[in-house]
């Protein structure tokens, strides 16, 4: 587990966009996302990496398009929050984490974002 836990922190050091350190444990990140900021926050959780970000405003996209996308990506999904903003998160079994899991898991992650945020715009 500890090696899981090295490969994180070092995964998310090494990338090419602001990132910080919240907690042991935990970080932030912003990415770009369909031309806006996408911040996206890390934290182990157990035997779990998990990751989440706000992506829109309430009402700006019907639910059922977010529940149709979420049968199409694995590791991801869309949710509300009680407000109805529309947040992206996902899971990752920490054991086992590598650096090429961590940047499809990611990855994932910011293109559900941009599909969304793209959608919503046009």
Do not use: K
């Not at 602001?18 to 035997?47: I, K, M, Q, Y």
């Not at 529309?86 to 974002?113: H, I, K, Q, Y």
């Amino acid at each position: 587990m500890e090696e899981a836990l090295t490969c994180l922190a070092n995964f998310i050091s090494s990338l090419d966009t602001n990132t910080r350190a919240l907690a042991p444990g935990e970080w932030g990140l912003v990415l770009d996302c369909a031309g806006f900021p996408l911040d996206v926050g890390v934290s182990v959780r157990g035997e779990l990496v998990r990751a989440q970000a706000a992506v829109l405003p309430s009402g700006v996209i019907d639910p059922h398009q977010l529940l149709y996308w979420n049968r199409q990506a694995p590791l991801v999904c869309f949710a509300e929050n009680r407000a109805g903003e529309v947040f992206v998160c996902g899971e990752l079994p920490l054991p086992g984490v590598t650096t090429e899991s961590l940047d499809r898991f990611l990855g994932l992650l910011l293109a559900s974002a941009t599909r969304a945020r793209e959608f919503a715009i046009h």
